[in-house]
């Protein structure tokens, strides 16, 4: 029969397990949060250097509209499914401007989709963030003058199944690349919050990047001739 351990030594150990779970808990969040904010720079700088040449994306949608359905939608009306052609449209941009980063953003999901901030909002958060980027992902680029030309060929009165899927993918999904959660603050050593500090300047940079394609959206619209 097996002795017992007495019971102040079990005790003993219980107050010890329970002063030791704070300190395991903070550095559970603490290493979780110095991989993300690592993943988050690692993909912004990448970003940032391949900027010249997604910005380039836009503009070969651009390109290909004016050579291959320019007017298009001529007669198009200004409703609701007006508005998802536009959705389209914008998708195609952003997924042609995302081509130079696939690599990194395979990279920054795979480092981040599992990270854990027992008893934090942050691992919801980080989660869908990078269910969101795997979607645009797995998002085929849209066949934008066939879509439109099938909207046309219906007489404008149902848009294609293509682009309601499409959409229906692309627009939930639609995020930036670069993404501090506010609550990431307050687990982040000094190191890390110097590494994100270093970040954020890279991400204003991409926002601006994202904020000079809305010229190169109007001139694809006006291509196309199709209504927002």
């Given amino acids: 029969m097996r002795s017992r351990a007495p019971a102040p030594l079990i005790l003993a150990f219980v107050a010890l397990a329970l002063l030791l779970a704070p300190a395991t808990a903070a550095a559970s969040d603490a290493s979780a949060t110095q991989r993300y904010v690592h993943a988050d720079y690692a993909l912004v700088s ?46 195609a941009m952003v997924l042609a401007a995302a081509r130079p980063d696939v690599a990194a ?43 439109v030309r099938a909207w046309a060929a219906d007489d404008y009165r149902a848009l294609p199944a293509s682009t309601v899927a499409f959409v229906a993918k692309f627009m939930p999904a639609w995020v930036a690349l670069g993404y501090q959660p506010a609550q990431l603050r307050r687990f982040e ?9 270093r970040a954020l300047p890279l991400e204003e940079q991409l926002t601006e990047g994202e904020a000079r394609a809305v010229e190169h959206w109007g001139a694809i619209m006006d291509t196309l001739q199709l209504w927002p």
């Fill in 46 to 91: 990448v970003a940032r250097s391949h900027l010249k040449t997604a910005e380039d994306g836009p503009l070969q949608v651009l390109e290909q509209v004016r050579q291959e359905c320019p007017g298009a939608g001529a007669g198009s009306p200004q409703n609701p499914e007006s508005t998802q052609m536009s959705d389209e449209v914008i998708g």
């Fill in 189 to 197: 050593s000094a190191a890390a919050r110097a590494l994100a500090r």
């Fill in 105 to 147: 953003i395979r990279t920054f999901v795979a480092s981040v989709h599992a990270l854990q901030w027992p008893g934090s909002p942050l691992t919801g958060e980080v989660r869908a963030y990078a269910a969101k980027l795997q979607t645009l992902l797995a998002l085929v680029p849209p066949n934008l003058c066939g879509d």
